[in-house]
């Protein structure tokens, strides 16, 4: 009797845990496109713990924001990283050999249209950032 009761209680204490794991407020941007939880367990993590979920979701939101502002920066720098390393002539032969395969004109449009998805991609995460803080003042 004594170890069910043992076996019991073990069960539960996992399921317990798994239970809080699973529903811990996520540390990446868990929102829709109305800026509210995703279905599944953000949402049940904003219900038990919205106070932790929002402030974490502020969190992820500012850290993907300053990551999409710091990309055109971070491909240059990469871009003249590569350029010293691999020494001048081997550079102009790489990027010879790139523009001979890439249109100029496809290229600016692979271009435009990774600019375009950041800028909305941006724009969305000003948005829910708002609307999370005017949640808070609430």
Not at 103 to 131: G, I, N, V
């Amino acid at each position: 009797m004594n170890w069910s009761r043992v076996q019991i209680a073990v069960l539960l204490v996992l399921g317990l845990a798994a239970m809080v794991w699973a529903t811990w407020p996520p540390s990446q941007v868990a929102l829709n496109d109305h800026c509210e939880p995703q279905q599944g367990p953000p949402q049940l993590s904003a219900t038990l713990y919205p106070g932790p979920f929002w402030r974490g979701q502020l969190d992820a939101i500012a850290a993907e924001r300053s990551d999409l502002m710091a990309q055109p920066a971070r491909r240059t720098r990469l871009e003249e990283e590569s350029a010293r390393q691999t020494g001048g002539i081997e550079s102009r032969m790489n990027r010879l050999s790139r523009d001979e395969t890439d249109d100029p004109a496809e290229k600016e449009r692979r271009e435009a249209a990774q600019q375009s998805t950041r800028m909305r991609r941006l724009a969305w995460l000003f948005l829910c950032e708002t609307e999370i803080r005017q949640r808070q003042e609430r």
